[in-house]
């Protein structure tokens, strides 16, 4: 049973992760356009009108303005709530699973992060060097304040997790982005040993839809199907994040 602390902090972190969820919209659709985050205010792609802030709220503004523009009735698409539900869910999910102590604050980070790299990864197919630059920093600030003897642990994993990516991306340079080494590189900075119970995951979800793909597709022409990376690492890294410890436990007790 959840603890009334644990419950606590789960609904303040779901709380928070709608209101950053918000922002990463903003970021999810101006980092990659070179736009400034803070100026101008969030306005309608459409008509271009300036978005009110009681419409504005996450989630509630979208359903009760029915997903269109109060101004020009113009659709706004569902990710945004989904982005904002999705943010506010997973930052809940990681305080119930890691509980309220210092390690918390690592994973909550980690989570800001893997948002906004899976929604510009799939529409841009690229994973900012910025995004990556304020991942490294935020995890070592943290891990300095927190568990500085974990440093090196995590530093380690890092260049492990990265150092195989840039191996295949080497040998399969169509396959494989520097932006995906970067970003392995950057898990195992908030992961530790737990890396690679993700990579594992996400190169194993990889591979089930790139299956699929050729299964619909066949063959020839599901290999020439381009596919992000990204999203499939990011799914690893929660998968990592919220069940890699008991997994490398069991791996080293039953195999060690």
Request: no cysteine; proline share 5%.
């Given at each position: 049973m959840i603890g009334v602390s644990t419950a606590m902090g789960a609904s303040v972190a779901g709380f928070l992760g709608l209101m950053f969820g918000s922002f990463l919209n903003v970021l999810a659709y101006r980092l990659p356009r070179g736009e400034s985050l803070a100026t101008p205010a969030s306005r309608c792609p459409g008509c271009d009108t300036p978005i009110k802030p009681y419409d504005n709220v996450p989630v509630l503004s979208w359903v009760l303005l029915r997903g269109r523009c109060r101004s020009c009735g113009e659709s706004i698409a569902w990710r945004y709530p989904l982005v904002e539900l999705s943010t506010a869910l997973l930052m809940a999910l990681t305080v119930v699973v890691l509980g309220t102590g210092e390690e918390v604050w690592l994973?909550?980070?980690?989570?800001?992060?893997?948002?906004?790299?899976?929604?510009?990864?799939?529409?841009?197919?690229?994973?900012?060097?910025?995004?990556?630059?304020?991942?490294?920093?935020?995890?070592?600030?943290?891990?300095?304040?927190?568990?500085?003897?974990?440093?090196?642990?995590?530093?380690?994993?890092?260049?492990?997790?990265?150092?195989?990516?840039?191996?295949?991306?080497?040998?399969?340079?169509?396959?494989?982005?520097?932006?995906?080494?970067?970003?392995?590189?950057?898990?195992?900075?908030?992961?530790?040993?737990?890396?690679?119970?993700?990579?594992?995951?996400?190169?194993?979800?990889?591979?089930?839809?790139?299956?699929?793909?050729?299964?619909?597709?066949?063959?020839?022409?599901?290999?020439?199907?381009?596919?992000?990376?990204?999203?499939?690492?990011?799914?690893?890294?929660?998968?990592?994040?919220?069940?890699?410890?008991?997994?490398?436990?069991?791996?080293?007790?039953?195999?060690?």
């Open positions: 994973g909550l980070a980690f989570v800001l992060l893997l948002v906004p790299v899976t929604v510009i990864d799939l529409d841009f197919r690229i994973i900012p060097n910025k995004l990556m630059i304020a991942g490294t920093v935020a995890a070592l600030v943290i891990l300095a304040i927190t568990e500085p003897g974990d440093i090196p642990e995590h530093l380690i994993a890092a260049t492990a997790a990265g150092g195989f990516l840039l191996v295949a991306a080497i040998a399969y340079p169509a396959g494989m982005g520097m932006g995906d080494v970067k970003l392995a590189f950057v898990m195992g900075l908030f992961l530790g040993r737990d890396v690679g119970v993700a990579m594992f995951a996400g190169l194993v979800a990889g591979s089930i839809v790139g299956i699929a793909i050729m299964a619909r597709k066949g063959a020839a022409e599901g290999r020439k199907t381009a596919i992000p990376f990204g999203p499939f690492l990011a799914f690893g890294g929660m998968v990592g994040l919220l069940a890699g410890d008991p997994a490398v436990d069991w791996y080293l007790r039953t195999f060690a």
